[in-house]
């Protein structure tokens, strides 16, 4: 298995905080990924990043943020969370940008 | 937006029988991606298929690619409990850049009866 920690695995949190997720690789791979599921419409990227501080928006980026300031380590951050962004947050790796994809575990995030 | 469409969106079988699940896309692609998703987990890869390639096995797995009709077809053979998952297509569209980013279809539910 490739080495991808998302944590946390789950979180209950309230409308207006703020909340991160963190997603730590072993595999030294260039290529991070946070995708959103949600029932009745697969997987949606939220945010990818291509390398230390490159980091671009993906399809649904509207609430988010996203940081890489180590190869390792990419956070998601939700500035002020809502109940919209109640979903399971998957990060993935990629070691070239339209190959194959590694995920970690999914973070649960319910937002009351 | 989303690039592919899976079908069907779940499909039930005994084990032992072929499972036969299609994915159709909108616009020209680099590869097309099979995932599995088993409840509760991360996306594992099962195969990509580049778009000069027409098929490709992996094990118990086929997956086919037809370009002139934006589709792919991923074929389980001797099916078992263990297939029980989702499973999604995912394309890399052409001209996506560098970073060829990944498009999810929603999925099929595939179930695999004892």
């Known amino acids: 298995d490739a080495g991808i920690t998302q944590s946390p695995r789950h979180k209950v949190t309230e409308t207006g905080t703020p909340v991160t997720l963190r997603c730590h690789q072993t595999?030294?791979?260039?290529?991070m990924y946070w995708y959103r599921q949600d029932p009745g419409h697969g997987l949606r990227l939220i945010h990818y990043?291509?390398?230390?501080?490159?980091?671009d928006k993906g399809e649904v980026s509207d609430g988010y943020s996203v940081s890489r300031s180590k190869t390792e380590d990419f956070l998601l951050t939700l500035e002020s969370a809502t109940s919209s962004q109640t979903s399971v947050y998957f990060c993935a790796i990629s070691e070239t940008g339209p190959g194959e994809l590694f995920f970690g575990e999914g973070s649960r995030l319910t937002v009351l | 937006s989303q690039q592919g469409e899976e079908d069907p969106q779940a499909l039930s079988i005994q084990e032992g029988e072929n499972a036969t699940m299609n994915c159709s896309y909108k616009t020209s692609i680099n590869n097309l991606q099979w995932y599995r998703q088993n409840s509760g987990r991360g996306l594992v890869h099962l195969i990509l298929i580049r778009s000069n390639e027409r098929e490709k096995h992996s094990g118990r797995l086929r997956v086919t690619l037809d370009t002139s009709k934006k589709s792919s077809s991923l074929l389980i053979t001797a099916s078992r409990a263990a297939d029980t998952a989702s499973y999604f297509c995912?394309?890399?569209?052409?001209?996506?850049?560098?970073?060829?980013?990944?498009?999810f279809g929603k999925g099929t539910k595939l179930s695999v009866k004892p």
């Open positions: 595999e030294n791979h260039r290529y």
């Open positions: 995912a394309t890399v569209p052409l001209g996506g850049g560098s970073q060829g980013n990944l498009i």
């Open positions: 990043s291509y390398g230390v501080k490159d980091t």
